[in-house]
């Protein structure tokens, strides 16, 4: 059964820094389209960043647009999330995802386009 395992969440102050990791146990996510989602207590689960099968798109959703980056590894099956100047709004489950596609420019940020989701990693941000 495939897998994604998430890693590198923790506590961190605002400001700070965290770098996410997300490793699949795929033969290889090169067909795959690649996102995080995150989840706050009572709130719903919402698109963060996804990427491209070749790496040649990315998007944001603008509350991380500019502070977070999204980048793969198809070499070592894993994606990243880094995350900069976090805020204390950044405090979530954060989960990754993937679907498999035949397209290059396949970027869905709705979460029920994604077949595969990780367990979750949590992130909080103090004040």
């Known amino acids: 059964q495939v897998q994604l395992v998430e890693s590198g969440g923790g506590l961190v102050q605002a400001g700070g820094s965290l770098r996410l990791s997300c490793a699949a146990s795929?033969?290889?996510?090169?067909?795959?389209?690649m996102g995080w989602f995150r989840q706050a207590p009572g709130k719903e689960r919402e698109f963060v960043a996804t990427?491209?099968?070749?790496?040649?798109?990315?998007y944001y959703a603008n509350s991380v647009k500019g502070r977070f980056t999204i980048s793969r590894d198809n070499a070592k099956n894993t994606v990243y999330l880094q995350m900069d100047s976090l805020k204390p709004e950044d405090t979530a489950v954060y989960y990754c995802?993937?679907?498999?596609?035949?397209?290059?420019?396949?970027?869905?940020?709705?979460?029920?386009?994604?077949?595969?989701w990780g367990q979750g990693t949590q992130v909080t941000v103090s004040s």
């Open positions: 990427i491209t099968r070749g790496s040649s798109r990315t």
């Open positions: 795929l033969r290889t996510i090169s067909n795959y389209v």
């Open positions: 995802a993937g679907d498999f596609t035949y397209s290059y420019d396949y970027a869905p940020w709705r979460s029920d386009e994604y077949d595969l």
